[in-house]
């Protein structure tokens, strides 16, 4: 059964640090990995999707990388803004059974 | 153009009471999710459809959750009777084609979700 783990649960940086976020999964079969920014009170938005065969997503100053065989992908935010404060959550589409699984999130807060 | 719609935002009712919610995707994408979120966690998949097919039902709890896309256009969720522990926020999600050959690059879009509180 998978399992998605984000850690740290929270996060607080002062604003233009540059900063990474983890995501870690315990099956390796995947189909994609996607990163979602969800702000209080909304929905979730889309950012990034890496699909099983890449290593690397940019766009803008966010770059997320995968690594399958280690089961681990990080979000990187370059030169953080109080505008990147949400929560952050990854999810893994498995290739077996195309079932998508959320991590519980990094509550993300720039100081500043 | 318009992203997925859901409604009602909120909705607060007494324990054994039905409650309904619904979700419009965005036009031309054949696949629809509903998660459930409870605070603090991930959304977690209740039910996925491919058009008016419900494909990956596995999470609902069948005793008291019901849904339905039958034109496979909008949805609709059911939980009757309603009970403490399913007050969450509700999310829909749509996609161009969950489950076809490019089900590797295809991006869920949200809804703003259903905050139920059950009392």
């Known amino acids: 059964k998978q399992e998605v783990t984000q850690i740290p649960a929270a996060l607080s940086v002062p604003e233009g640090e540059n900063l990474v976020l983890n995501c870690s999964f315990t099956?390796?079969?995947?189909?994609?990995l996607q990163w979602f920014r969800q702000d209080p009170g909304k929905g979730l938005t889309s950012l990034l999707l890496i699909q099983s065969s890449q290593r690397e997503q940019t766009s803008g100053r966010l770059n997320a990388s995968l690594d399958k065989s280690s089961g681990r992908s990080t979000l990187y935010i370059a030169a953080s803004q109080p505008g990147d404060s949400a929560t952050y959550l990854c999810a893994v589409r498995g290739s077996s059974a195309s079932k998508i699984i959320f991590g519980s999130g990094t509550r993300l807060s720039i100081r500043p | 153009e318009a992203g997925v719609v859901q409604s009602p935002r909120y909705k607060i009712i007494e324990k054994k009471q039905p409650v309904a919610f619904w979700c419009n995707p965005i036009?031309?994408?054949?696949?629809l999710y509903w998660y459930r979120q409870n605070l603090g966690q991930g959304p977690e998949l209740l039910i996925r459809y491919e058009n008016e097919e419900a494909v990956d039902d596995s999470q609902l709890p069948k005793d008291r959750f019901s849904a339905e896309r039958l034109k496979g256009v909008d949805s609709t969720l059911k939980i009757q009777p309603a009970e403490l522990g399913d007050s969450a926020v509700y999310l829909c999600?749509?996609?161009?084609?969950?489950?076809?050959?490019?089900?590797?690059?295809?991006?869920?879009?949200f809804g703003p979700g259903t905050r139920l509180t059950v009392l």
């Open positions: 999600a749509s996609s161009l084609d969950g489950g076809g050959s490019n089900r590797g690059t295809d991006t869920q879009y």
């Open positions: 099956d390796s079969a995947i189909y994609n």
């Open positions: 036009s031309g994408h054949n696949t």
